[in-house]
């Protein structure tokens, strides 16, 4: 018998079987894992995905929640933790000018640390330039990693990892940033899921620190297999404010479900391709593209089509006889539609509607279907015809659906945390980039982990 944690030639998360941890879950043996990291009197640079203030306020704080028992973890074992987020998009990719606003600071997310753990965290305050950001982590740190060290302080918190000039750069600012934080720290531990692109506190930081993935990190990327490897019928619900930056994971969700739903933007854009109708905020060019989804549709006949919606003549709020029941069966070429911001309930009613739902084994949902908050009616409903379905294991993903399915039913939503059959993934988006790239650990941000434990590997072989 293969000695505990390698059998079948994979790693299971876990530390014994009597040990009243899960034991079970396998990850792929290339990943480096936070057990295996020696931290010690180490200082730890983790990076997380806790994205979730708006306004300079936490809308749903399920992304920092999930991350404590990495935080637990390290600290448990004698590491001293560095935490950093990105919060928002200061970027501005037009102008190429970073703009830093105070109701995108982590100074939200530091106070709700401070409560829950009853630990002091502290925020440094560097300079900043008016048009880049954040140039240079200054100096004047050391002082409270010393502090930390000594343990006066419980953690760090850095600043909007976005509100740095690196963070987002291609260049020499991207390098220099990446070095200035492996010099804070002794290892870096990736526990954001959902921060899936190679910025440089997700990806070029493993360059510098050995790398490690997080509990939250080794947790997510273990039940995204299910979505890749689904227990049939499978369907998936996606919906977005954009079809052209969803085209690739549309068409590969495409190929692996047994029925699709769509919703918002996506929808429109879909029924003026397939009917020939226009809409208010459809683009032309998105229109051809998804042409293409219409044509593969016609034979393969995946896509469950909600027949009633609900149009409105602005988008400033829900006004009465400004908004009005609208059904797909009416649709014809060279028809014209105001905003189409919801499907009407009645959709969810409809006898292939609710056989798609019902059927289904394993559901993904990445979709709000409504133009909220206003128009919040169908996603409620959705919501609900889906609990229904007791023997599907159902899958949630992306900051606005989960701040959805809480906002609108936080009973169930609050069930579901502790229901086997649901799932809450932080970063819908990420599932979405897995399901195009076919394999969990293609990922840039995890790859490059990969990478860093065969290059230490290699420069220190047993």
């Known amino acids: 018998m293969a000695p505990y944690g390698q059998e079948n030639g994979l790693t299971r998360i876990g530390y014994s079987v009597d040990d009243g941890l899960e034991n079970d879950k396998i990850a792929d043996p290339r990943l480096p894992l936070l057990p295996d990291a020696d931290l010690k009197d180490k200082i730890v640079l983790l990076r997380v995905d806790h994205n979730v203030v708006k306004k300079g306020e936490i809308l749903d704080q399920y992304r920092i929640d999930v991350t404590l028992p990495t935080l637990y973890n390290i600290t448990e074992r004698g590491g001293r933790p560095i935490l950093m987020t990105h919060v928002g998009r200061p970027y501005d ?65 850095l600043p909007n990892t976005r509100w740095f000039a690196g963070e987002e750069d291609k260049g020499e600012k991207l390098e220099r940033f ?16 959902g921060s899936w692109q190679p910025h440089g506190s997700t990806y070029h930081i493993t360059k510098y620190l050995p790398s490690y993935a997080g509990l939250c990190m080794q947790d997510e990327l273990y ?13 998936a619900i996606v919906a977005g404010s954009k079809y052209d930056t969803k085209i690739g994971p549309l068409n590969q969700i495409y190929k692996k479900v047994d029925k699709l739903v769509l919703g918002g933007v996506i929808y429109n854009t879909y029924l003026c391709a397939k009917y020939g109708v226009k809409i208010a905020g459809v683009q032309d060019s998105d229109i051809e593209l998804a042409k293409e989804l219409v044509e593969q549709d016609k034979t393969q006949g995946k896509i469950v089509e909600m027949d009633i919606l609900v149009e409105t003549d602005t988008l400033s709020g829900r006004f009465e006889g400004k908004y009005r029941a609208v059904n797909v069966k009416d ?59 007791q023997s599907a294991k159902k899958y949630f993903g992306g900051g606005d ?39 969990s650990m293609g990922l840039d941000t995890v790859r490059a982990l990969i990478e860093n434990k065969t290059k230490l590997q290699s420069e220190n072989p047993k």
């Open 93 to 157: 990719k037009k102008n190429k000018t970073v703009t830093i606003r105070k109701d995108e600071s982590v100074d939200a997310i530091v106070a709700y640390l401070q409560r829950k753990l009853r630990i002091k965290f502290v925020v440094p305050k560097f300079n900043y330039d008016e048009k880049d950001g954040i140039l240079d982590i200054d100096t004047s740190i050391n002082w409270l990693i010393t502090d930390l060290r000594k343990r006066k302080i419980g953690g760090i918190y």
């Open 223 to 235: 039940h995204v297999e299910a979505v890749l490897n689904p227990t049939r019928p499978f369907i």
């Open 401 to 439: 659906t989960l701040q959805a399915f809480k906002s609108l039913h936080p009973n169930l939503y609050q069930a579901a945390l502790d229901n086997t059959n649901y799932y809450l993934f932080t970063g819908g988006g990420t599932v979405l980039e897995v399901i195009e790239e076919g394999d």
């Open 331 to 389: 649709f014809a070429p060279g028809k014209t539609y105001n905003y189409i911001v919801d499907i009407d309930p009645l959709s969810l009613e409809s006898e292939d509607v609710l056989q798609a739902l019902n059927s289904a084994k394993t559901i993904f949902v990445n979709a709000v279907m409504g133009f909220m908050p206003n128009f919040w009616h169908g996603t409620s409903k959705l919501d609900e015809v889906i609990d229904n379905n």
């Open 178 to 193: 990446a070095i200035q934080l492996a010099g804070l720290a002794d290892v870096f531990v990736n526990d954001a899921f």
